[in-house]
């Protein structure tokens, strides 16, 4: 059916380190694509968008890049920080002028001190 | 910076009743959401909703539940009986435009018990 996924469940890094988060998603309707981040007891926080007629994108310390072909999302941090730990979701957009998200299962960013 | 403000923080209540979430979206946004999240796992959608109507709901969202806008700020997710299930954070977020970025509140925690 479709899905929005994440390929794992956690991930621990280095402060200082770059991160890169993987998602997957198998709606090739899908056009609009989201990383968002969740702190404890928060709602989620946008961080990033990108279109489906875009491969990159660049934003403040974070850039994600679609793969269509592959159907396949990531979201880069560089120099981590401790601020940046949260758990990340990406989301997808497919219902057109309704617009839904679909939320991908969460994955835990730990950075180490 | 304008913001989806969401009451209760926490909302305790006995199975069977009846429970109302209020959500005041950002002013000049059209298009309104509920989603919820089971503690642990990932932010499943509710419904939308935009020009005074439903435009899609989820598996979830059954005759239990419904939506209201009653007058020009608000935006309520109504629970008429209360299952132990539906204990979760409830996420209220607005959009301007569809395929655009979504702001979500910072959530009302049920509690059923």
């Known amino acids: 059916g479709e899905s929005v996924g994440l390929h794992l469940p956690t991930l621990s890094v280095q402060e200082g380190d770059n991160s890169i988060i993987n998602c997957a998603y198998s709606?090739?309707?899908?056009?609009?694509f989201i990383w968002y981040k969740q702190e404890s007891g928060k709602g989620p926080q946008f961080i990033i968008d990108i279109r489906s007629n875009m491969d990159k994108r660049q934003g403040q310390r974070v850039t994600v890049l679609l793969n269509k072909t592959v159907k396949h999302l990531s979201l880069q941090i560089a120099a981590t920080q401790p601020g940046d730990s949260a758990v990340y979701f990406c989301?997808?957009?497919?219902?057109?002028?309704?617009?839904?998200?679909?939320f991908g299962k969460g994955i835990t960013l730990s950075v180490r001190p | 910076e304008p913001e989806v403000t969401q009451t209760p923080s926490h909302q305790v209540t006995q199975m069977g009743q009846e429970v109302i979430l209020r959500c005041v979206p950002i002013?000049?946004?059209?298009?309104f959401y509920w989603y919820r999240q089971i503690l642990g796992q990932k932010v499943e959608f509710l419904v939308s909703?935009?020009?005074?109507?439903?435009?899609?709901k989820s598996e979830i969202f059954d005759d239990q539940f419904s939506v209201e806008r009653p007058d020009g700020s608000n935006f309520t997710l109504k629970i008429r009986s209360t299952k132990l299930e539906d204990s979760a954070m409830y996420f209220c977020a607005s959009m301007k435009g569809g395929n655009t970025e979504a702001f979500f509140g910072q959530g009302t925690r049920l509690t059923v018990v």
């Open positions: 989301a997808e957009d497919f219902t057109g002028a309704n617009s839904k998200l679909t």
């Open positions: 709606n090739s309707a899908s056009d609009y």
């Open positions: 909703f935009y020009n005074n109507e439903i435009s899609e």
């Open positions: 002013s000049n946004h059209l298009y």
